[in-house]
């Protein structure tokens, strides 16, 4: 823990983007990943919903409640106390102003973070901005929307086509517009995202999104190579967990199959003087 770095503000966030300030983000869900990751300076800690496919083993996010994403914001501010969070509102948990504002306090005062996060643009609009009319710091997300999976065919590109493109960055204005105080822009080709991080003054991070936007984001377990159910083009690996972890718990197999494991190293022992007590002890009784 270091108990020096201060955590980033909300005010500190607008003003990166009107700086042109770069910072980093890594969304994990649970608190050994959430401690590696402020050990190593990151900037803001997303506890995204992904971690239904990551942590839960789902196919898609669309299975993660309310609770669970509490139970894990928990953690990952225990890892990374000193480390700005935003987490995810899942799946249906916004489906009117009314539930989005009650599970944006929930959120909030019992998961300890210091911003949630909506998926959508002006179809959304008086639920952004009822969240925010109510206090709560809120961003949502365009291009890519995992929430609308199974409308979208799959996890694809968006703004493919000049009318798509254009209607992501109505959908960023329309963000900024209801009281956001920023927005992701995922999975969309370069010269439409630095379009989205034009447009606005907020906030903006990017996941596949091209190099605009004020702050980078990769999913943690991809970047370590810990997830490898399947890899995302904007997905850079700078280690492999995975293939380290298996080969250990090979090597762990192959040692208690031959007998190898535990050897004395491994093993507690008693005081020769008691182990010798123990030993006549045990022979007086049988």
């Not at 496919?53 to 898609?60: P, V």
């Not at 996890?155 to 517009?177: L, P, Y």
């Not at 969309?188 to 906030?203: L, M, T």
Request: neutral net charge.
């Amino acid at each position: 823990m270091n108990k020096s770095r201060e955590k980033l503000s909300i005010p500190e966030l607008a003003e990166s983007k009107a700086q042109g300030k770069r910072l980093a983000m890594v969304a994990v869900g649970e608190a050994m990943s959430a401690a590696w990751a402020e050990r190593a300076g990151v900037d803001i800690i997303g506890i995204g919903d992904s971690l239904g496919m990551t942590l839960h083993g789902h196919e898609n996010t669309l299975s993660i409640s309310v609770d669970q994403m509490i139970d894990h914001a928990r953690a990952v501010r225990r890892g990374a106390p000193n480390t700005f969070s935003l987490a995810s509102m899942p799946y249906g948990s916004y489906a009117t102003r009314e539930l989005a504002v009650k599970n944006g306090f929930k959120l909030m005062k019992k998961g300890g973070v210091d911003a949630i996060k909506l998926q959508g643009g002006r179809e959304i609009y008086k639920i952004i901005e009822a969240v925010a009319n109510a206090g709560i710091p809120v961003m949502s997300h365009v291009g890519l929307v995992p929430h609308r999976v199974h409308l979208a065919g799959g996890f694809k590109m968006q703004g493919r086509t000049c009318e798509e493109a254009i209607a992501i960055i109505d959908n960023a204005r329309a963000i900024e517009e209801a009281g956001a105080i920023g927005l992701e822009i995922e999975a969309v080709p370069e010269e439409v995202g630095r379009a989205v991080n034009d447009a606005v003054s907020i906030f903006t991070f990017s996941i596949g999104g091209g190099s605009s936007g004020t702050c980078q984001l990769l999913n943690g377990y991809d970047l370590i190579g810990a997830f490898d159910n399947f890899r995302p083009k904007f997905a850079k690996r700078y280690g492999n967990v995975s293939e380290v972890a298996t080969k250990s718990f090979q090597d762990f197999v192959e040692e208690v199959h031959s007998g190898t494991f535990p050897d004395d190293d491994h093993t507690y022992k008693m005081p020769k003087e008691e182990a010798s007590k123990f030993a006549d002890a045990l022979k007086k009784r049988l």
